[in-house]
C-alpha cells in the first residue's frame, strides 16, 4: 500500500512521505500521534485512489438548441432543417455512439437545468420558470391569473435560504468521489444574490463564466462579452473572461480554450474529470460568428438565420475540439460524453421567417408544453458499451441524467436531500438492454407560469407522456388536448373529444402525480 501510495502524484505522496519520514526522528509519544495522522492520512489517500478507474464524464449542453438544429437526423428520415445545419462532430459523435430520438427536457432554461442537477422534476424542485434576481419572480403579466410562489431563487446548497429548493447537486457527489469537477459557460441555477448563482458553491471545482444570467451580455470578444452595447443590464455580462476582452474571439470559442485548459490540468494530476460544458449558445443575442456566417448568408439564409445557423456550427466545433482533445491525450476509451439541449429550439419570437416553424416536422418551439419545445436532441458515448452507430427510441426525461451520471461514476443508489429522486437511469439502455423501469413509466411537465410569448401549446399547463399519447391540460381557459404521437408527431390533430377514455385515464395519471409531489398551481385573479 505504502509503495503504491507514494507512486502518485506528488498532491497524495509528498504530505504521506513528510509523516513517514518524520516518525523516525521524534520521540515514542511524537511517534504515536504520527502513527495517528499516518492511519488518517492512509485513509484519505484510499478515497482519493478509490477514484482510479472512474471514468472522465464530459456532459456537453446546448442552450435553446431545436431538435432538428443539426445535421444529425433524429426524425426517421432526414428532414429539411437537417440538411441546413453543418453539424459534422455531431455526426461523429452518433457515429460512435447512441443517438435517443425521444429524448425531452423542460421548455424553458432554470427548471431544465435544476433538473439535471437534482434528478427531481420541476413540479416538485418548483423551480418551475427562469431565475436571475433575488426574489423576483419573471412571470409576464397575466390578465386573469395569478401564479404561485414558485421557487425564484432557484438551487441552494445550503438549506434556509428563502424559495429555493434545498438539494445536493450533481458536482458535489462527484467531488466526493475524488472527481475534479470543472463547469463552463452558462450556470443559471440559483438567483443573483444567493449561494446557487456561483457554480463552486453547488460543487464544481472550477468555475469559469457561469453566474445567476441566463444568457450572454455579448458573444463577442470585441464587446467584451457585456450588454453594454445594447443598452442592457449589466447583469447579463459574461464574468470571468476579462483576458479576451476586446479581442476578436466568439464566446463559444473562449469557452472552449478554457475548457480545453481545465481538462489539461486534470489529465496531468491524474484526476478524473467531470467537465460540465454548458454553453451560452445558441441563446440570443445572436451575433455573427466570423468562422461560419458567410457561408450560410451566401447560402441563401436570410441574416438573422445565417446568425443562428453559424452558432450552431460553432457549437459543433467546440464538441469536436473537446473529442481531439481526448483523442490526443490518450483518455478517449475512459471518457464519456453526453450531449443534451435544455429545451427546445426558439421560435415564438427572435428568429428569421414565420413563427413556430424552426423545429418542423415538430410543433411549436421554446416555451411550449408541445414537442418543438420540449423534445431535444440527445447523443451518448461510452466507450465498450454503447454500440456505434445505434439509435434508441425510448423516451427519456432530463432528470434522469442525475442517476445515471452517478452510476457512471459508481454509485447504484443516490440519495437525494428529502429521500426522493425522480429520475431514473438510462445506463441498461445504453447496453441496449431491455429497460424494465421504464416499462409504463409516464414522464411529466409543469409550467404554472407565464412565459410571455403566444403560440401552439404556449402557457401556463402540465402534461404528461404515457406510450404514444400525449395530454395536456391549460389553466389558462381550462381547454385540453391530446395527440398520439405514433400516429401524429406534429400534434395537428388533437384526440380530446375523440378519445375520451384515454383523455380521462391521463388527466387522472397527471393529477395524481402533481398531488403527490404537492405542485403549486395558478389561480384565478
Known sequence: MLVHVLAKPARIAEPLWMIVSGMFRRSPWSRLREISLWFIAVSVSALLLAAEGRPNIVLFLVDDMGWQDTSVPFAEEQTVLNRRYRTPNMERLAAQGMTFTQAYACSVCSPTRVSLMTGLNAARHRVTNWTLRRNATNDAKHPTLTFPDWNVNGLSPVAGIE???HAKALPAYLKD??????HVGKAHFGAQGTPGEDPKAVGFDVNIAGHAAGGPGSFLGTQNFSAVWRK??????VPGLEKYHGEEIFLTDALTREALSAMDASVAEGNPFFLY??????HVPFAEDPRFYESYLQAGLDPTEAMYAAMVEGMDQSLGEILDFVDERGVSKETIVLFMSDNGGLSASGRGGARHTHNRPLSSGKGSAHE???RVPMIAYWPDVTAAGSRCATPLIIEDFFPTVLEMAGVQSPRQIGGKIDG?????LLRGEVDLARKGRPLF???PNHWGPQGPGIGPSSSIRLGDWKFIQYYEDGHEELFHLGNDLGEQNNLARERPEVRHRLRERLNRYLKQVDAQFPTKS
Request: proline letters at 0%; glycine letters at 12%.
Open 277 to 282: 460544458m454548458s454553453h451560452y449558445a445558441v
Open 424 to 428: 431514473v437511469s438510462f445506463v441498461s
Open 232 to 237: 442592457g443590464d449589466r447583469i447579463w455580462d
Open 445 to 447: 411537465w409543469h409550467f
Open 372 to 374: 418543438g419545445g420540449v
Open 177 to 182: 468521489l475524488g472527481y475534479r469537477t470543472i
Open 163 to 165: 424559495r429555493t429548493i
